[in-house]
């Protein structure tokens, strides 16, 4: 945009005026030719003149695009990968806590056949867990990123030597026992393997912080560049200027025949100009325009069109900060689909995407219009309830969207059908800031799953 802006205007527009004007001042009054020698080297001049100055200018151009289309790169490389790590890591985390989540269910368990279905379900998450590991180590992660998950494949270990354990027991009829292992000795090996989790997440985003910043510096650094270039193209054009202008003593009597022509050439070089303006001022719309849709895709889910994670704890932000200027209170929403992997896995994930699809369309639908509502990734969704005047108002939104997610879905002529359990936390009564309503209102949710799915539970859950 430097380029763009400031060398055709600085350049051209300061050039050619004075250059037109000075030749306005000694041309006009020529009346004679005085030699064809004098008209070859004026014309000589001239070419070289205008030559070195479209040169300069084509190189600062040219040179300022190649660095800027490098950090335009470099920024979508950054997102596309963060977004991916931390989509890979969250699904680690959902993986493990419905592990967990089987384990609960096999110590409660009497049906003989429904204890060896968990345990087959216990298995399968654990090499979709694995799988999803292999995936994440395939990113570009650096050396720190590195050791933090080697840390956290060793207290998984751990975890699954627990975990299987805790099989056995039950295997052996030692139900209790096995409870009182998973609450003592599980649950808090899961934790710890959880916080590492969270480690990574928050390690990995500063760096990519890091990194960001490199990109705007080298984007500073080539602005650098290309004003250097641009103070050299204007020394030389003042030089060219002097050059020209102690040649017009020499090329009096050269323009008495040419006063015509330079009329319509400057006419020609107005014309120019305005167009290049013209053409200036498109670019930088342009430029304008691909930077907001850099800034949206930055800020919001590629398939829904939601806001992510990012944006929507930087919006939630927001909004707690007027509810407590404003003292009203704020539910939130987490949401997780039930059964929706069924679906992706018996119809694909194409259809799989057309239902997000239709379930944000159906959140929409329940909503109010300055209601904020994000996916936070895979099947997992979130909304801000601002300005609740009564606790049952949330209820009845719960029990509504509950009552349109149920609804079956048709989609390619297949029949889809799926549930939603929710979580919900209140400001200020489950917590004063962002994380800790995610964080309450994603243990409801998980305590929903646990007895049954296709509800909702408000207030503060205890994770195990």
Same mark, same amino acid.
Request: charged share 25%.
């Given at each position: 945009?430097?380029?763009?802006?400031?060398?055709?205007?600085?350049?051209? !527009?300061?050039?050619?005026?004075?250059?037109? /004007? #000075? &030749?306005?001042?000694?041309?006009?009054?020529?009346?004679?030719?005085? $030699? =064809?020698?004098?008209?070859?080297?004026?014309?000589?001049?001239?070419?070289?003149?205008?030559?070195?100055?479209?040169?300069?200018?084509?190189?600062?151009?040219?040179?300022?695009?190649?660095?800027?289309?490098?950090?335009?790169?470099?920024?979508?490389?950054?997102?596309?990968?963060?977004?991916?790590?931390?989509?890979?890591?969250?699904?680690?985390?959902?993986?493990?806590?419905?592990?967990?989540?089987?384990?609960?269910?096999?110590?409660?368990?009497?049906?003989?056949?429904?204890?060896?279905?968990?345990?087959?379900?216990?298995?399968?998450?654990?090499?979709?867990?694995?799988?999803?590991?292999?995936?994440?180590?395939? !990113?570009?992660?650096?050396?720190?990123?590195? /050791? #933090? &998950?080697?840390?956290?494949?060793?207290?998984?270990?751990?975890?699954? $030597? =627990?975990?299987?354990?805790?099989?056995?027991?039950?295997?052996?009829?030692?139900?209790?026992?096995?409870?009182?292992?998973?609450?003592?000795?599980?649950?808090?090996?899961?934790?710890?393997?959880?916080?590492?989790?969270?480690?990574?997440?928050?390690?990995?985003?500063?760096?990519?912080?890091?990194?960001?910043?490199?990109?705007?510096?080298?984007?500073?650094?080539?602005?650098?560049?290309?004003?250097?270039?641009?103070?050299?193209?204007?020394?030389?054009?003042?030089?060219?200027?002097?050059?020209?202008?102690?040649?017009?003593?020499?090329?009096?009597?050269?323009?008495?025949?040419?006063?015509?022509?330079?009329?319509? !050439?400057?006419?020609?070089?107005?014309?120019?100009?305005?167009?290049?303006?013209?053409?200036?001022?498109?670019?930088?719309?342009?430029?304008?325009?691909?930077?907001?849709?850099?800034?949206?895709?930055?800020?919001?889910?590629?398939?829904?069109?939601?806001?992510?994670?990012?944006?929507?704890?930087?919006?939630?932000?927001?909004?707690?900060?007027?509810?407590?200027?404003?003292?009203?209170?704020?539910?939130?929403?987490?949401?997780?689909?039930?059964?929706?992997?069924?679906?992706?896995?018996?119809?694909?994930?194409?259809?799989?995407?057309?239902?997000?699809?239709?379930?944000?369309?159906?959140?929409?639908?329940?909503?109010?219009?300055?209601?904020?509502?994000?996916?936070?990734?895979?099947?997992?969704?979130?909304?801000?309830?601002?300005?609740?005047?009564?606790?049952?108002?949330?209820?009845?939104?719960?029990?509504?969207?509950?009552?349109?997610?149920?609804?079956?879905?048709?989609?390619?002529?297949?029949?889809?059908?799926?549930?939603?359990?929710?979580?919900?936390?209140?400001?200020?009564?489950?917590?004063?800031?962002?994380?800790?309503?995610?964080?309450?209102?994603?243990?409801?949710?998980?305590?929903?799953?646990?007895?049954?799915?296709?509800?909702?539970?408000?207030?503060?859950?205890?994770?195990?």
């Amino acid at each position: 945009m430097f380029v763009i802006d400031y060398l055709p205007k600085c350049i051209f !527009t300061h050039y050619n005026k004075k250059i037109l /004007k #000075l &030749l306005t001042n000694h041309y006009m009054n020529l009346s004679s030719l005085n $030699s =064809s020698i004098e008209e070859k080297k004026t014309r000589h001049y001239l070419t070289l003149s205008f030559t070195v100055i479209i040169f300069l200018i084509i190189l600062a151009t040219g040179f300022s695009f190649r660095y800027l289309n490098s950090v335009h790169k470099n920024i979508i490389q950054i997102i596309e990968t963060q977004n991916k790590q931390i989509d890979l890591m969250h699904k680690m985390r959902s993986i493990s806590r419905e592990r967990i989540i089987k384990l609960q269910a096999l110590i409660t368990s009497r049906d003989p056949f429904e204890k060896d279905a968990l345990i087959m379900q216990f298995q399968t998450l654990g090499g979709l867990f694995l799988e999803t590991r292999q995936e994440l180590l395939k !990113t570009a992660l650096i050396d720190d990123e590195k /050791k #933090l &998950l080697k840390i956290q494949r060793e207290i998984a270990r751990n975890v699954v $030597s =627990s975990q299987y354990k805790v099989i056995e027991m039950v295997q052996n009829n030692q139900n209790q026992e096995a409870l009182n292992y998973l609450v003592n000795e599980t649950v808090p090996l899961q934790n710890q393997n959880l916080s590492y989790m969270d480690q990574f997440i928050v390690y990995q985003s500063h760096e990519n912080q890091l990194l960001k910043n490199k990109s705007v510096k080298k984007l500073k650094s080539s602005y650098t560049i290309v004003a250097i270039l641009t103070g050299l193209s204007i020394v030389l054009i003042i030089i060219v200027a002097i050059v020209v202008t102690r040649h017009m003593s020499k090329i009096v009597n050269l323009l008495s025949t040419l006063a015509s022509q330079y009329k319509d !050439t400057a006419l020609k070089l107005t014309i120019a100009h305005d167009s290049l303006e013209h053409k200036v001022t498109e670019k930088t719309l342009e430029l304008q325009e691909a930077n907001e849709h850099l800034k949206h895709i930055a800020g919001h889910d590629s398939l829904t069109g939601l806001p992510n994670r990012r944006l929507f704890q930087e919006l939630l932000r927001q909004e707690l900060r007027r509810a407590e200027r404003n003292k009203y209170t704020i539910a939130l929403l987490y949401m997780d689909l039930d059964g929706f992997k069924l679906v992706n896995d018996q119809f694909g994930h194409d259809i799989g995407d057309s239902v997000l699809v239709d379930v944000t369309r159906r959140l929409q639908d329940s909503l109010r219009k300055d209601d904020l509502i994000a996916r936070l990734g895979g099947d997992e969704f979130t909304i801000c309830y601002s300005n609740i005047k009564d606790i049952d108002n949330v209820k009845t939104l719960c029990k509504n969207l509950i009552d349109k997610i149920d609804q079956p879905m048709f989609i390619g002529g297949n029949e889809c059908q799926i549930g939603i359990s929710i979580g919900v936390s209140l400001y200020p009564d489950n917590g004063p800031d962002c994380n800790t309503l995610l964080r309450v209102a994603d243990a409801a949710m998980y305590q929903v799953k646990n007895q049954g799915k296709n509800n909702f539970q408000i207030g503060e859950v205890t994770t195990e």
